[in-house]
């Protein structure tokens, strides 16, 4: 039993055949001295050049042109037309007073904020089917689809 405890177990021995990258020339020959494999190159340090180009100076009027082609296109926002229909669609829906619905009226009907109508009716809003859909509920007029077609009451199942 006391065998057992004369043994000693290393779970985290520290490797010393890991690669290393070195850029002091003295590090470099001090391994070749040990014996160790080494292995140089060199890289470019210009970005979107060939590598004859990238001996000399940098052309960054270059590269500056390739970042400014590729820029991402923002995305589409709502037509005006869909704008001016929830707006009409809006005022004409009165209240029992004879008041028209504003805008935060309805957003708390689709349980939105009153500065996401304002951003649809000005056109500036990104187009989400599922709130386009709670406002056709709420203002019963067809907001989605074909562009002739907005703006036109909905024509849901009829009553009895």
């Known amino acids: 039993m006391s065998e057992e405890w004369d043994k000693?177990?290393?779970?985290?021995?520290?490797q010393k055949n890991h690669a290393t990258v070195?850029?002091?020339?003295?590090?470099?020959n001090a391994a070749k001295r040990m014996g160790i494999a080494v292995s140089t190159s060199a890289k470019?340090?210009?970005?979107?050049?060939?590598?004859?180009?990238?001996?000399?100076?940098?052309?960054?009027?270059?590269?500056?042109?390739?970042?400014?082609?590729n820029e991402v296109k923002p995305p589409e926002t709502v037509s005006k037309s869909v704008g001016q229909a929830i707006s009409n669609a809006r005022q004409e829906k009165k209240d029992a007073a004879?008041?028209?619905m504003s805008q935060k009226d309805l957003a708390t009907k689709i349980n939105e904020k009153p500065q996401i109508i304002a951003d649809y009716e000005s056109g500036r809003a990104v187009p989400n089917t599922a709130l386009l859909a709670k406002m056709e509920r709420v203002l019963g007029v067809k907001l989605r689809g074909d562009p002739k077609s907005i703006g036109q009451p909905l024509g849901g199942p009829k009553k009895k």
């Open 22 to 28: 070195t850029k002091s020339e003295s590090a470099v």
């Open 8 to 14: 000693v177990t290393v779970l985290r021995g520290g």
């Open 98 to 100: 004879g008041k028209s």
């Open 44 to 69: 470019d340090r210009v970005v979107g050049t060939n590598t004859t180009a990238a001996k000399g100076p940098a052309n960054y009027q270059a590269i500056a042109k390739l970042d400014r082609e």
